[in-house]
């Protein structure tokens, strides 16, 4: 899956993403960047809003498993179950997210659970950056359940 594809992917199922102006910055085999504008995102204080920054976070990490589920050529539904956010510093410009495996090793654990049983549970971290330093941190687990 191409960023142009992913992209329009987002903004056709997931509205908010156009509202915010999300952008794939990159998909790698290893993760996602989703970049998004300070304007549409800013809070009373010019800064971001942290439900804009939850929201981006969410959006990259959604994006990795969509993309790695696409590529393995699984057709599921994917949400979200339980997640925390960690504000750092504030962001005061445009910024990213760049979501991980939380632990490489269970992703072949996850796919054989997904196999097996129709459903399966697995951590993605997302950081926030902004101005080259880390601003944010989100953990979030996911459910991927086949259609």
Do not use: C
């Amino acid at each position: 899956m191409s960023p142009h594809e992913l992209e329009k992917y987002l903004y056709d199922h997931i509205p908010l993403s156009k509202a915010m102006q999300v952008s794939v910055v990159n998909i790698g085999d290893e993760s996602v960047v989703l970049g998004a504008p300070l304007l549409p995102n800013i809070n009373h204080r010019d800064t971001l809003f942290g439900g804009s920054a939850a929201a981006v976070a969410i959006l990259s990490a959604w994006s990795l498993l969509h993309v790695r589920l696409r590529g393995a050529e699984l057709s599921n539904r994917l949400v979200i179950q339980r997640n925390t956010m960690e504000y750092i510093r504030p962001i005061a410009g445009d910024f990213t997210a760049r979501s991980f495996l939380h632990d490489p090793g269970k992703w072949e654990s996850f796919l054989h659970m997904l196999g097996r049983k129709g459903k399966a549970r697995i951590s993605i971290v997302s950081v926030l950056e902004y101005g080259g330093e880390k601003a944010g941190t989100f953990t979030g687990e996911f459910v991927a359940m086949n259609i």
